[in-house]
């Protein structure tokens, strides 16, 4: 009878599987990349030559490697991880090696044959000819957008002087190629990657259940006299746990005063009685991000004056959450938010803006101010009032608060994709019990 039972049980199982779980796996697809390649290529105008170059390897004490993140675009066309990579994207297609393509991938990596094609007409090469390549390229292209990761300048200390690599190299390449235009590809990328697709999405929930977790865990564990650093590892470990590839970004645990400064990482002071902890942490999960920011009252428990701020900032991102839809902006979405702290009296300690996309990028890109349907956006008003604020009663003073939820735009509004994480000051304390 018991046997039977677990036949029938398996055969629905596999029943349910077969029937509503398909497609449902998670991660990217090769024929999601594949499109993303096409479309890449089809917005191109004509003449227009894409060049891309992955980080390069960095190295802790000699030849120790750590952990490498993969530059966001590069991780977007191609899903690849590995460093020391380069890519030629043309509109047109140009001939190598007797055969007609539209795109290289230069490696330097002898285990990687021709097995992946990601972008169409693609061909695999040695990184050692990249630029025998790339000059032939450029012969007959009007516009070469450039992907790299960022190179804002190096400092060149001993002789006082910054060096912009990236503004000469530019320079140069125009001089050499009379008629070229070099450009930025971030705006290409941009309209791309800030709308979402499903696979995306599955990614950015998953990240958000882990770090969701880790939130849960740090609140039920929170008590006064535990360190910022004991609460970041147990945000890190539900993360870790379940399987992201590392924290987006170093966690935020700024208790007390720390809960003022904005991009606090250091997560070395010990709570007390009374403080509010700033949480603003995401995990990354399969190459996407999350941002989620909470506040808590060490002691489980807000006080009055606590209570009253944090309602403000409750309001304002309740109410910034109403107005979003496609065509409004971003700052549509700040000048609600400040309408509503100001309203209330704390105009005076808005410190940042309320939005930003978030995807493979923690800030992810974006091609306009405009919000379209697929944009995955953060809502994160936040008031601080420090402690040298005389104007104000001195139990409002010394604290920052931050509520802060992602938002996907839907064609009629949004849904809080967040929206499971304990926010009102009731479910926080009863966690926190
Ligand atoms: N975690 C950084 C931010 O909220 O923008
Ligand atoms: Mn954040
Ligand atoms: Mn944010």
């Given at each position: ?10 055969f629905?199982s596999v029943?349910?599987e ?6 449902n796996?998670l991660g ?8 993303r390649?096409q ?25 120790v490697?750590y952990r ?6 590069f ?8 460093p020391?990579?380069y890519?030629?994207?043309s509109?047109?297609?140009?001939v190598?090696d007797e ?14 044959s021709?097995n ?7 061909i695999?090469?040695?990184?050692n000819r990249?630029?025998?390549i ?11 957008y450039?992907?790299a990761?960022?190179?804002p300048?190096v ?5 006082d ?6 503004k000469n ?6 001089q ?15 309209k791309f ?5 499903e696979a995306e999405?599955r ?7 882990l ?6 865990r ?9 360190w ?6 147990d945000?890190?470990y539900?993360?870790?746990?379940g ?9 935020i645990?700024g ?22 902890v ?5 995990a990354e999960?399969?190459?996407y991000?999350c941002?989620i920011t909470?506040?808590i ?6 006080t009055?004056a606590?209570?009253?701020?944090y309602?403000?900032v409750?309001r304002a ?5 109403k ?8 700052k549509?979405?700040d000048?609600?938010a400040?309408e ?6 704390y105009g005076?300690?808005i410190r940042?803006g309320v ?6 990028d923690v ?22 009032i ?6 104000i ?12 939820d992602d ?7 949004c ?8 926010k009102?000051?009731a479910e926080i ?5």
């Amino acid at each position: 009878m018991q046997r039977r039972l677990i036949f029938i049980l398996f055969f629905l199982s596999v029943f349910f599987e077969i029937a509503f779980c398909q497609n449902n796996s998670l991660g990217i697809s090769q024929d999601e990349y594949a499109g993303r390649g096409q479309n890449l290529l089809s917005s191109l105008d004509s003449g227009s030559v894409v060049v891309m170059r992955s980080g390069d390897f960095k190295m802790r004490s000699n030849d120790v490697e750590y952990r490498y993140r993969q530059e966001s675009n590069f991780l977007y066309l191609t899903g690849w991880r590995s460093p020391n990579r380069y890519i030629i994207l043309s509109s047109h297609s140009f001939v190598v090696d007797e055969k007609n393509v539209n795109s290289i991938l230069f490696t330097s990596s002898k285990e990687e044959s021709t097995n992946t094609q990601v972008m169409p007409n693609e061909i695999l090469m040695n990184i050692n000819r990249f630029q025998e390549i790339f000059k032939s390229v450029l012969k007959d292209a009007k516009t070469l957008y450039i992907s790299a990761p960022d190179l804002p300048f190096v400092n060149d200390w001993l002789n006082d002087k910054k060096i912009f690599l990236d503004k000469n190299a530019k320079k140069e390449l125009e001089q050499k190629y009379p008629g070229l235009k070099v450009k930025n590809a971030l705006p290409l990328f941009g309209k791309f990657r800030e709308i979402k697709s499903e696979a995306e999405l599955r990614l950015m929930r998953k990240s958000i259940e882990l770090t969701w977790n880790g939130l849960k865990r740090a609140m039920i564990n929170c008590q006064p006299g535990r360190w910022e650093y004991e609460l970041q590892a147990d945000i890190e470990y539900e993360m870790m746990r379940g399987g992201a590839d590392f924290p987006s970004w170093t966690p935020i645990v700024g208790s007390g005063e720390n809960s003022l400064i904005l991009h606090y990482d250091d997560n070395r002071r010990q709570t007390k009685e009374g403080d509010l902890v700033v949480l603003d942490v995401g995990a990354e999960y399969d190459g996407y991000a999350c941002d989620i920011t909470r506040t808590i009252p060490v002691s489980g428990k807000f006080t009055k004056a606590q209570t009253e701020v944090y309602d403000v900032v409750l309001r304002a991102q309740e109410e910034v959450i109403k107005i979003v839809k496609p065509g409004i902006t971003m700052k549509d979405m700040d000048a609600k938010a400040k309408e509503i702290i100001t309203q209330a009296g704390y105009g005076k300690y808005i410190r940042h803006g309320v939005t930003h996309p978030v995807g493979i990028d923690v800030h992810d890109i974006w091609a306009s101010d405009t919000i379209r349907a697929g944009m995955v956006m953060t809502v994160e008003p936040g008031i601080y009032i420090p402690a040298d604020a005389d104007s104000i009663a001195l139990d409002f003073r010394g604290f920052g608060i931050r509520i802060e939820d992602d938002v996907l735009v839907t064609a009629s509004g949004c849904e809080v994709m967040t929206k499971n994480v304990q926010k009102e000051i009731a479910e926080i304390e009863a966690l926190m019990k």
